[in-house]
């Protein structure tokens, strides 16, 4: 079975905290996705990879980072965190052009 | 812009009866087509998977059906139980790229 694991599924922070979602997928896929989930906006794709050292944005760059040193890691990074990133982040992986296995998800409060 | 939609934000059905979740898209390149089922607090299951080639996959109580000319497909749910109740999910790819786009997702309840 394919396994993606993130390193939170809760987690409190403070605005302006910089903050870091971090994926781990056991797979070894070449594309990794992290969305974040709203209410009625769905899943929202923010930044994906698809080999090491690469990154492509998605829909909803802003205000994020992401780094990829190997290839079953992928982070998400918040610089400054603030209370509209407040949210349901989720970390997916598959092959080229494959189903996509999602993790658990975390839950992120920004105060 | 929404390329995939899924104009019902939720949806209730008798357990037992057909549960027919509805999603559209707009991009005539979309060749790869899934369903994902999420629970609350939870990261989304795959669940079934349609390509362009085929009007129709099925896979025990769940069938997938794809119109192309339509740019339509709906998941059906046959019977449906109090456990399916969740938020449900259709995502799309072209064959272009690596990227599926998202639907907004259905809340669906079986109700017992």
């Known amino acids: 079975d394919v396994k993606v694991t993130q390193s939170s599924r809760y987690l409190v922070k403070r605005t302006g905290e910089k903050v870091f979602l971090e994926c781990v997928q056991d797979m070894d896929h070449e594309n990794m996705f992290w969305y974040r989930q709203d209410p009625g906006l769905g899943l929202r794709l923010i930044y994906f990879?698809?080999?090491?050292?690469?990154?492509e944005k998605g829909d909803i760059p802003e205000g994020y980072s992401v780094s990829r040193e190997k290839k079953e890691r992928f982070s998400l990074i918040l610089e400054s965190a603030s209370t509209n990133q407040t949210s349901m982040y989720l970390c997916?992986?598959?092959?080229?052009?494959?189903?996509?296995?999602f993790g658990p998800g975390t839950r992120l409060t920004v105060l | 812009d929404q390329q995939v939609k899924q104009n019902s934000p939720s949806l209730s059905v008798q357990e037992g009866r057909i549960s027919i979740l509805n999603c559209d898209y707009t991009?005539?390149?979309?060749?790869?087509f899934l369903w994902y089922k999420k629970y609350p607090a939870e990261g989304p299951t795959f669940l079934i998977s349609?390509?362009?080639?085929?009007d129709k996959n099925e896979d025990g109580r769940f069938t997938v059906f794809l119109n192309k000319s339509a740019k339509h497909l709906s998941l059906h749910i046959v019977p449906s139980q109090p456990g399916d109740s969740a938020v449900y999910f259709c995502a799309a790819s072209a064959n272009t790229g690596n990227q599926f786009y998202f639907g907004t997702g259905t809340s669906l309840t079986v109700i017992p």
């Open positions: 991009n005539s390149m979309f060749d790869y």
């Open positions: 997916a992986s598959s092959n080229i052009r494959g189903t996509e296995f």
């Open positions: 349609i390509s362009s080639i085929k």
């Open positions: 990879s698809y080999d090491v050292k690469m990154k």
